[in-house]
């Protein structure tokens, strides 16, 4: 079975920082590329970043550029995001998710898990 | 304020057809990128639902269905199901390297 299992949400302060992970099972991992997309409480999906299938090339949202970094480990099938400086405003669900081979499209998604940045 | 403009709300009872729009602009529907279609059921994640303007993945029901016809795209629900109620994303690729979206529409089945 498909699956991306993403961890490592909770509470932080403000200009704190926070890593998620994201493990995947059931495909061939290293020959995707990944994304991770979030969701505030009550709006709408914002695409946060993505990285290629061997990680040596990264983009990011304008509004997370410098603060936030993406990374992988393709012999763990782990996804990474690591954010620094936290604003109130990354308070969100963290979703990581498959590219779809030959579309711009995302095929798969994980449960998602949430990001609190409150005082 | 999302890329891709969508309507923030729709309606219709059940057995009827509905349709959502999304609108974008010449960087990205405008510039010939396709659009792809999620939804997301109350309190779980994004489900793929149509992908690149009108291809189902399997096991999407066939009253779904996609279409784009330059620069206008829209999501079609026919036969509308209590099930169906949820919110509608359109997506998009952008030339500034980043993926779009619309704001969402949430479905009312009356």
């Not at chain 1, 990285?51 to 480990?73: C, E, L, Q």
């Not at chain 2, 994004?46 to 996609?66: A, E, Q, T, W």
């Amino acid at each position: 079975e498909v699956q991306l299992v993403e961890s490592g949400g909770g509470l932080v302060q403000p200009g704190g920082s926070l890593s998620l992970s994201c493990a995947v099972s059931g495909f061939t991992f290293r020959t995707y590329w990944m994304h991770w997309v979030r969701q505030a409480p009550g709006k709408g999906l914002v695409w946060v970043s993505r990285i290629n299938s061997d990680g040596s090339t990264t983009n990011y949202a304008d509004s997370v550029k410098g603060r936030f970094t993406i990374s992988r480990d393709n012999a763990k099938n782990t996804l990474y995001l690591q954010m620094n400086s936290l604003r109130a405003e990354d308070t969100a669900v963290y979703y990581c998710a498959r590219g779809m081979s030959g579309s711009y499209a995302f095929d798969i998604w994980g449960q998602g898990t949430m990001v609190t940045v409150s005082s | 304020q999302s890329v891709l403009t969508q309507p923030p709300s729709v309606s219709g009872a059940p057995g009827q057809r509905v349709t959502i729009s999304c609108t974008g602009s010449s960087s990205n529907i405008g510039a010939g990128y396709d659009v792809h279609w999620y939804q997301q059921l109350p309190g779980t994640a994004p489900k793929l639902l149509i992908y690149d303007n009108s291809n189902r993945p399997s096991g999407v029901p066939d009253r779904f269905s996609g279409s784009k016809s330059g620069t206008s795209v829209s999501l079609a629900i026919t036969g509308l199901q209590a099930e169906d109620e949820a919110d509608y994303y359109c997506q998009s690729y952008d030339s500034s390297l980043r993926r779009v979206f619309g704001g969402g529409t949430k479905l009312t089945v009356l």
